[in-house]
C-alpha cells in the first residue's frame, strides 16, 4: 500500500513564500521521479516541476526562477519552496509519486497524494 501526504498550503500575500511538502510510503516500494503538479479551478492540471531520485529536475516555465523543488531520498519526501508568489500561483497544488516495487522492480505507476490548497491574494 502506497501513501502519499502533501502539506504546507495556505494563504499568502502576493510576493510570499510557502514550502511544500510530501512524503511517499510503501514498505516494499522505492520512488523514481516525485513531482509536484497543480490545478486551477477550470484548467487543466500542470506539471510545475519534478525531480528524479538522482536529482535531476525540470521546471514549468512559468515558475522558473521562483521555485524550486528539492527531496529527501532517506525519507522518500520532496519539497517545493515557492518564493515570489503571484496570484495566478493559486491553485490546489498535488504531489505524485512513481513507484517501484523493490522485489520485482517493475514500476508500479504514479500515486498522487490528497492535493493541497495554495491561495495568493493581498
Known amino acids: 500500500q502506497v501513501q502519499v501526504v502533501e502539506s504546507g498550503g495556505g494563504l499568502v500575500q502576493p510576493g510570499g513564500s510557502l514550502r511544500l511538502s510530501c512524503a511517499a510510503s510503501g514498505s516494499i516500494f522505492s520512488f523514481d521521479r516525485m513531482a509536484w503538479y497543480r490545478q486551477a479551478p477550470g484548467k487543466q492540471r500542470e506539471l510545475v516541476a519534478a525531480i528524479t531520485i538522482g536529482g535531476s529536475t525540470n521546471y514549468a516555465g512559468s515558475v522558473k526562477g521562483r521555485f524550486t523543488i528539492s527531496r529527501d531520498n532517506a525519507k522518500n519526501t520532496v519539497f517545493l519552496q515557492m518564493n515570489s508568489l503571484k496570484p495566478e500561483d493559486t491553485a490546489v497544488y498535488y504531489c505524485?509519486?512513481?513507484?517501484?516495487?523493490?522485489?520485482?522492480?517493475?514500476?508500479?505507476?504514479?500515486?498522487w497524494g490528497q492535493g493541497t490548497q495554495v491561495t495568493v491574494s493581498s
Open positions: 505524485g509519486a512513481d513507484a517501484i516495487s523493490i522485489i520485482t522492480g517493475a514500476r508500479q505507476g504514479t500515486y
